[in-house]
Nanobody, 119 residues
Framework: QVQLMESGGGLVQSGGSLRLSCAASGSIFSIAVMGWYRQVLGKQRELVAS???????NYADSVKGRFTISRDNAQNTVSLQMNSLRPEDTAVYYC?????????????WGQGTQVTVSS
């Protein structure tokens, strides 16, 4: 099993910056992709950014050029640097890990952290 612990959420003014961190523990072997999703109450959870074990990144169009996803040297943590924040970025942000071993695939989620951007 993989456990994901998120930190760094909070309140920030429009145009400001915030950095989210996610630490993976447990059976961390064979994690292929880690990423960040966000969700507003009553709305569908959506991908914000992802990064593979070989550091290939992918971003939602709405955050491209403003957010940056990265991993540490041990590849057991992932961070999301959020710049030029807008009120529409307000949501609960979830860390995600995709683990693959041959034909087997597993998906894990963090508990979520609130990000609020004031106008």
């Amino acid at each position: 099993q993989v456990q994901l612990m998120e930190s760094g959420g909070g309140l920030v003014q429009s145009g400001g910056s915030l950095r989210l961190s996610c630490a993976a523990s447990g059976s961390i072997f064979s994690i292929a992709v880690m990423g960040w999703y966000r969700q507003v109450l009553g709305k569908q959870r959506e991908l914000v950014a992802s990064i593979t074990s070989s550091s290939i990144t992918n971003y939602a169009d709405s955050v491209k050029g403003r957010f940056t996803i990265s991993r540490d040297n041990a590849q057991n943590t992932v961070s999301l640097q959020m710049n030029s924040l807008r009120p529409e970025d307000t949501a609960v942000y979830y860390c995600n890990a995709d683990k693959r071993r041959g034909i087997w695939q597993f998906n894990y989620w963090g508990q979520g952290t609130q990000v609020t951007v004031s106008s």
